[in-house]
């Protein structure tokens, strides 16, 4: 049993360290990167696309060759020697090229392009960036665009004809890069906007919606802007779809002058003004009850008590005279 055991222990041996030993050497590591011969194309006209392949590693890269991708708006794209393979000695770096032609679904989108991947025959230190791609801008054509912005209380909000729609705000059009403003359009009642004659390719919306609107626009809804494809001979109906969402109003905080302007208790002439309007006046008090007791100065009370007096007198005297001409006769 022993030696039955051994020799299992002999065969697992045998099969494994090949394959411990295949992963633990060193592999090469591939950088991959490509352009455009040219910055614009027309529809039907030829590009080369130049490919270069920089081994990072000291590991030799045997066989450096296309494993896949994706390509639109171009037909007859040639790989070359990316098909068959290459290799790329270690620090070294080797330019190839790729050719094909721009058709017309490129003229409609605004742009074409080509995205492959490669890889060695013996392995990839790291394949995040042995993945490459290249656009190919194709101009003339243009299209019109137009779209929704309505009410919802996410940016996961659905719209359908019935969904209330947000007037008032301003979109902006422009080039993906914001270097080039094609256009400016406002929401009508319904929340719709329309633009005519944008270039075909990537356009940047940017929305800037009235006061009490937030728009929820972007990543997470956290933006005001969103990227959008602009096709000619698309049917000529709403494709942008952005939420609004109701938000409140922030009160105005106070103006500077009335800030800055002195409060009627701390101005000594406002205080003046103030106790002397709070004052009744002499009319007002005899309608509305007994005025107020007099103080201070008595002169003027007393001029009044003897006029008082004075008239009283002369009336005793007047009185006096009238009964005594009346008891002589």
Do not use: C
């Not at 529809?43 to 130049?50: D, K, L, P, Y």
């Not at 490129?106 to 392995?123: I, P, Q, T």
């Not at 394949?127 to 996961?156: C, H, I, K, M, W």
């Not at 406002?270 to 009319?283: E, G, I, R």
Request: aromatic fraction near 6%; hydrophobic fraction near 45%; glycine fraction near 10%.
């Amino acid at each position: 049993m022993r030696k039955l055991a051994a020799a299992a222990l002999a065969g697992v041996l045998v099969a494994v360290l090949p394959a411990t030993a295949a992963m633990a050497a060193p592999k090469p590591d591939i950088a991959v990167t490509s352009a455009a011969d040219k910055a614009n194309y027309a529809e039907g006209e030829t590009f080369t696309i130049t490919v270069t392949v920089k081994n990072k590693s000291s590991v030799d890269a045997k066989r450096v060759h296309y494993t896949g991708g994706d390509s639109e708006g171009v037909d007859g794209v040639a790989y070359g020697v990316l098909s068959t393979g290459f290799d790329v000695a270690g620090g070294a770096t080797k330019t190839v090229q790729i050719t094909g032609k721009t058709n017309n679904a490129a003229w409609r989108s605004g742009y074409g392009f080509v995205a492959f991947s490669l890889a060695a025959d013996n392995g990839e230190a790291n394949d995040a960036d042995n993945n490459t791609s290249v656009r190919l801008p194709v101009a003339g054509a243009f299209a019109d665009l137009s779209g929704y912005v309505f009410q919802g209380e996410s940016d996961a909000a659905e719209w359908t004809p019935r969904t209330p729609g947000v007037p008032g705000v301003k979109v902006v059009a422009t080039s993906a890069d914001r270097k080039t403003r094609y256009a400016e359009a406002s929401t009508d009642a319904k929340g719709l906007f329309r633009f005519t004659r944008l270039p075909a390719g990537n356009v940047l919306l940017t929305f800037t919606a009235p006061a009490g609107w937030k728009i929820l626009a972007g990543e997470n809804g956290e933006g005001d802007d969103t990227l959008t494809q602009v096709r000619a001979g698309d049917r000529d109906e709403p494709r942008v779809f952005v939420v609004a969402k109701k938000v409140a109003v922030s009160s105005p905080s106070a103006s500077p002058s009335a800030s800055a302007s002195p409060s009627a208790s701390a101005s000594p002439s406002a205080s003046t003004s103030t106790s002397a309007s709070a004052l009744p006046s002499a009319s007002a008090s005899s309608s509305a009850g007994p005025g107020l007791p007099v103080t201070g100065d008595k002169t003027m009370l007393f001029v009044g008590a003897a006029a008082v007096a004075l008239a009283l007198g002369t009336v005793l005297v007047l009185v006096a005279r009238r009964r005594r001409v009346r008891l002589q006769a």
